[in-house]
């Protein structure tokens, strides 16, 4: 393994950050003074203050001042017009190009109360923020009517469970829905199974049918509640207006969340027998159907409004000089993340805590920064009559949630298309692994191979170079706009969309390996003589070893494009839940992990094992095994041969369902 320089920052502070990087590969201070930077700049972004950067978050804004402020110390210039690109006599004088990306709900009004029979007097002391909260997905008006328990709310679950019997209406009522599935008396689920690693819920858990079923007939509004006694951090929890803006778009109807405590007392006042919450709940755990709650009569007043939801880019030119100058190298990085795991495809099991997103991608976003900094040393140094193409650094934001960043640059770039000559990518360079990095895009210009083979070979890196223009960040967009790219990536692993993303597991040494690859390419590119070929390529983005959440997949599958043959990632219904093992080559695939709960883990397939055969038809490569897999169901079972310990063994794994979504 190489060595690793770790540096954490336990404040906001910069300044008085102190970061010893490790002399073992290098002892040139003007090298330690970079790579202490580098690892300055990753521990920064993902310090719990930016809450994982979000995109449109008041962190992600707070990263787009931090990135800002580095453009204009290094002396870049503004790279927009403060005008809308086109303007006549627009000046360029703004860092940064604004755009919005969907829509984010805000609360108007939300006022709740009922009326407790046993008291002859209604409740009006709910309070927002404390009892209850209006949700995400909620619609505006108000609505008065009795409530009705309508348990877990499934229109169908294992063994013929059913909240609803057939042509059963909820005209008029509130119904109360409670999120998860039954559950046994030890707090977990009873549909999701026992033991072996497999998850904490079924496809039955999630949230968006539940609500739509109680939509579906005709509920004038809906209060969701947490099954008191579960087995989920989230038993706790009260949703708001933007924790629960991963629910989906809005359902029309007044929706609400209730405090455990809050609930309780509602059903007491409502319930004939006064039972209580957790005695509805243990109903609804046994079997479905509906509870009518006569007692309480509830008013809520919600007023919800969509805002647009804005975001920016941020750009900063070094000018070139003489005849090329009018030519740019892009250079960018998207500094945005999952923030809190709502967005972007984390683990809805991890949903809540920050995402601190250091090697996703802090580490390519300081990548960028310090570039910054040694190509204008370079172009400093440079002859003064040494044609030299001008270079625009960017930082693209809602690259998680779509690629909508860099998408809207080419769309509404202030520069014409055919003067970029390349644009240079760098996501997720921050875990280098025995020198191991892939190279994606070197077909997508007919002279790159002549150009970065040299390059690569002063490098110092075991490079994997993949001809394909496509793949799951900001360089595909470029490519889609006809413009060559290059794109480093160090591979993915466990930490991967998950809290544990943190800058003390950031190899910054390795980082600053990628980071003076990507420098003396632009640096070569930028005096080359002559134009740059575009070629349009087959995608070599294929490998599956990264997570399997619903909305990465979405990502993947807008990457993957008409050229990749065989199923997208999106459109699987199953998952296996293995990584294979980084940078390796021959027939078959290495499991470098195994993902808990996955179909793979359940069967016992183990990391080390080399999966071989599927159903007796040899595994050549992650291609040919991703159109094996996409002829299967949830529930099929197949015989995967494996390698282990010299010996082939043949293991029967139950295929899982692809992940449902927020729970």
């Not at 409740?123 to 009517?145: E, P």
């Not at 319930?271 to 005695?279: I, V």
């Not at 706009?481 to 597991?505: C, K, M, R």
Request: glycine letters at 12%; one cysteine or more; a negative charge.
């Amino acid at each position: 393994m190489q060595s690793r320089t770790f540096c954490v920052l336990s404040s906001f502070a910069l300044a008085l950050a102190v970061c010893s990087p490790s002399n073992a590969q290098s002892s040139a201070p003007t090298r330690d003074a970079e790579v202490t930077a580098y690892c300055e700049h990753v521990a920064t972004l993902a310090n719990p203050f930016f809450e994982g950067r979000g995109t449109g978050s008041k962190g992600n804004n707070l990263a787009a001042d931090y990135l800002e402020f580095y453009y204009r110390k290094a002396g870049l210039r503004p790279a927009f017009p403060a005008a809308p690109s086109g303007s006549e006599g627009a000046e360029f004088t703004s860092y940064r190009q604004d755009f919005t990306v969907g829509r984010s709900t805000a609360v108007i009004t939300e006022v709740m109360s009922y009326f407790d029979p046993a008291m002859k007097a209604p409740v009006t002391n709910l309070r927002a923020g404390t009892d209850f909260n209006a949700l995400a997905v909620s619609g505006s008006g108000t609505v008065q009517g009795s409530v009705v328990f309508a348990g877990y709310s499934l229109t169908k679950g294992p063994d013929g469970y059913k909240t609803y019997a057939e042509d059963e209406s909820l005209e008029g009522k509130i119904a109360m829905v409670l999120r998860f599935e039954p559950i046994g008396g030890d707090g977990t689920s009873r549909f999701a199974e026992a033991g072996g690693g497999g998850p904490r819920w079924s496809n039955a858990a999630a949230l968006r049918p539940k609500l739509q079923a109680a939509v579906d007939r005709k509920a004038a509004a809906i209060i969701l509640v947490n099954p008191p006694g579960a087995d989920d951090p989230r038993t706790d929890n009260l949703e708001d207006i933007h924790t629960s803006a991963g629910f989906g778009r809005s359902l029309g109807v007044p929706v609400v969340m209730m405090s455990l405590a809050a609930a309780d007392a509602l059903v007491r006042a409502g319930d004939a027998d006064g039972r209580s919450l957790e005695d509805l709940r243990k109903l609804a755990d046994a079997e479905g159907g509906l509870i009518e709650l006569p007692g309480a009569t509830v008013t809520l007043d919600i007023s919800v409004e969509e805002i647009p939801k804005r975001t920016q880019n941020l750009g900063g030119i070094l000018p070139g000089r003489g005849d090329l100058a009018g030519q740019y190298i892009v250079m960018g990085a998207h500094y945005d993340h999952v923030g809190y795991g709502r967005d972007g495809g984390a683990n809805p099991n991890n949903v809540g805590e920050i995402h601190p997103g250091a090697d996703d991608n802090a580490s390519g976003t300081s990548g960028v920064l310090i570039a910054m900094d040694k190509l204008t040393k370079i172009y400093e140094d440079a002859p003064a009559d040494q044609p030299l193409r001008s270079i625009l650094f960017m930082h693209f934001s809602g690259e998680e949630i779509g690629l909508l960043g860099s998408r809207h640059f080419v769309k509404n770039s202030p520069f014409d298309a055919k003067d970029i000559y390349a644009m240079i990518n760098m996501d997720m360079i921050g875990r280098l692994r025995e020198g191991k990095v892939d190279m994606n895009g070197t077909g997508t210009a007919k002279d790159f191979d002549a150009i970065l083979d040299p390059l690569v070979a002063e490098s110092g890196l075991n490079v994997k170079k993949l001809t394909g223009g496509q793949g799951p960040s900001d360089h595909q967009s470029f490519y889609n706009g006809g413009i060559p790219v290059i794109f480093f990536f160090t591979g993915f692993h466990a930490d991967y969309h998950a809290p544990g993303d943190v800058a003390s597991l950031v190899n910054c040494e390795g980082a600053m390996q990628v980071v003076d690859l990507g420098v003396e390419i632009v640096r070569t590119l930028a005096a080359r003589e002559g134009d740059l070929e575009f070629q349009e390529t087959e995608s070599t983005w294929g490998r599956e070893d990264r997570p399997t959440s619903a909305a990465q997949r979405d990502v993947a599958d807008v990457a993957n494009g008409p050229a990749n043959p065989g199923p997208s990632m999106a459109a699987m219904k199953i998952r296996f839940g293995i990584r294979p093992a980084y940078g390796e080559s021959g027939d078959g695939i290495i499991v470098e992990g195994v993902v808990e709960g996955g179909s793979a883990a359940a069967a016992g397939i183990k990391a080390g094992d080399r999966l071989v055969k599927w159903n007796a038809d040899k595994i050549t490569d992650i291609r040919a095994w991703m159109g094996m897999m996409g002829k299967h169901s949830p529930g099929d079972v197949v015989d995967v041969a494996v390698m282990r310990g010299g010996e082939e063994q043949v293991i029967k794994v139950t295929l899982k369902a692809a992940d449902a979504g927020a729970r």
